[in-house]
């Protein structure tokens, strides 16, 4: 069997594209996370939010720096493995990857040592400005990323000159049409991220018997986040799925599994086994004219269909189909675990309740999972293209040896991998040995405050002593 080159280059970014936005998605949502829990106890006085936020700081900081490391490689990959593309479209996408590194990864990187180990060297107010600049951060590399990518879902603002893409309007290129849709979109996803990472382990505690105060008032929150998130996650993906159907009628047809070149009443597929070769479903379970009423607002909307392009014009169908099925699937499951952790906490037996605490301890990885499936859903759904409607994958692969990028690719697995595990290992042992007593926090309002007064003391001693001289 003779390797291909295209399918290796792209198997390859897809792992490590896969690896690498598991961190940022906990890290976006988990620095702002850490930024409100510190407002509150500066706002408060009460130390359990002191709690939180010096405990989840920690693992805050293993997964940035995972998400460090493995981002840098993809930067790379694109000289590498898809060195044409770079030629074609460098001069667009080149600098809002640049734009990223100065606006919000030196901004990150200036502010994340205070935030880190500024406990007892700054003011709380320093501190407290250091770690929201810190999520700041998060917020404008993502604003950066997004709309990369967005761009090359929905190309707008270019021109051809001597067969290169070049910028006629920044404004164009950077507010493409789908990119508010998806930067809110990828924003409240990483929030849902976090608070499901924080409340499956706050209900591992209480499931244990462990630190019961500490699991209750996290558990509790992330409750009120979660109440709140999911259902206004579900509105957004519905309006990113009419901007879908606007502008990339063909994804969206992979999506809900849609064959013919015109489709009216059209089902909404709960399930179904889509066959390129045939180019039809197998064994669909449907609810009649959901899908046209969903996306037209009407029960007999009429939806494009695959057959509307050429075969070598539609993505892998498949796994488009089932990726979304399982965001969708995974987004109802957390709408349903927000509105029965409400009721039980109004009922007033939330953390008696194990058949409930049990499997949302389970819940760590949901959003990560969810967030991995829409990007599937995203970037293979935007094959055969690369720049939507404008640059093929095919014609920018480099021309490298297969077995070489096959090689770079098992090397790539089993490193990953390692670093996974090791990874994983740091987040258990730090959650295992759970959060500092609150006994020990009751004073840091005290001894900030005293330390504050120090050197406000300091520097009138040396103002004093200036004027003598």
Do not use: C
């Not at 194990?354 to 829409?374: D, H, K």
């Not at 939507?388 to 490193?415: C, H, K, M, N, Q």
């Amino acid at each position: 069997m003779e390797l291909d080159v295209a399918l290796l280059s792209r198997l390859q970014f897809a792992f490590t594209v896969s690896f690498h936005i598991i961190f940022p998605s906990i890290t976006i949502g988990l620095a702002t996370l850490i930024a409100i829990w510190e407002g509150l106890w500066l706002k408060t006085g009460n130390p359990q939010y002191l709690q939180l936020a010096k405990f989840w700081i920690k693992p805050f900081a293993i997964t940035f720096g995972m998400g460090v490391v493995s981002g840098i490689v993809l930067s790379y990959e694109f000289g590498t493995n898809f060195s044409k593309f770079s030629e074609l479209a460098g001069a667009v996408l080149g600098p809002l990857m640049a734009y990223e590194v100065l606006t919000a990864f030196f901004l990150e990187a200036g502010f994340l040592g205070v935030m880190l180990f500024g406990w007892q060297r700054v003011s709380a107010k320093m501190h407290f400005f250091a770690t929201v600049t810190v999520a700041i951060g998060t917020w404008i590399s993502a604003f950066w990323i997004i709309a990369a990518n967005s761009w090359m879902q929905t190309p707008q603002g270019h021109q051809w000159v001597n067969g290169k893409l070049e910028v006629a309007s920044w404004l164009e290129v950077i507010f493409n049409p789908s990119m508010p849709y998806r930067l809110v979109h990828m924003l409240l996803a990483a929030m849902i991220t976090a608070t499901f990472v924080v409340m499956a382990t706050h209900a591992w505690y209480l499931k244990r018997g462990e630190h019961q105060d500490f699991g209750r008032k996290g558990l509790s929150m992330m409750l009120w986040f979660a109440l709140v998130l999911t259902p206004l996650q579900a509105w957004v993906g519905d309006l990113h799925g009419l901007n879908v159907k606007e502008h990339q009628p063909v994804k969206l047809a992979a999506m809900e599994g849609i064959w013919q070149e015109k489709e009216t009443n059209v089902p909404l597929l709960l399930f179904a086994l889509p066959d390129m070769k045939n180019e039809t479903n197998h064994a669909e379970l449907a609810l009649p004219g959901v899908a046209s009423l969903i996306l037209t607002h009407n029960w007999h909307g009429e939806l494009q269909g695959l057959k509307s392009v050429p075969a070598a014009d539609r993505p892998y169908v498949p796994m488009v189909f089932f990726s979304f099925r399982v965001m969708v699937g995974i987004g109802v499951l957390m709408i349903g675990v927000a509105l029965v952790g409400n009721y039980l906490r109004y009922r007033g037996t939330l953390y008696q309740a194990n058949w409930f605490l049990t499997p949302v301890s389970w819940l760590a990885p949901a959003g990560v999972i969810a967030v991995l499936a829409g990007w599937y859903v995203v970037e293979i759904g935007r094959q055969p293209w690369l720049v939507y409607g404008l640059i093929r994958t095919s014609d920018v692969v480099s021309p490298l040896p297969a077995e070489r990028v096959l090689f770079s690719l098992t090397l790539f697995v089993l490193a990953y991998s390692l670093l996974f595990a090791v990874y994983l290992y740091f987040m258990r042992k730090l959650i295992k040995k759970g959060p500092a007593p609150v006994e020990q926090l009751q004073q840091q309002r005290i001894g900030v405050k005293a330390s504050g007064y120090a050197l406000s003391f300091t520097k009138q001693l040396a103002d004093e002593s200036e004027g003598t001289h």
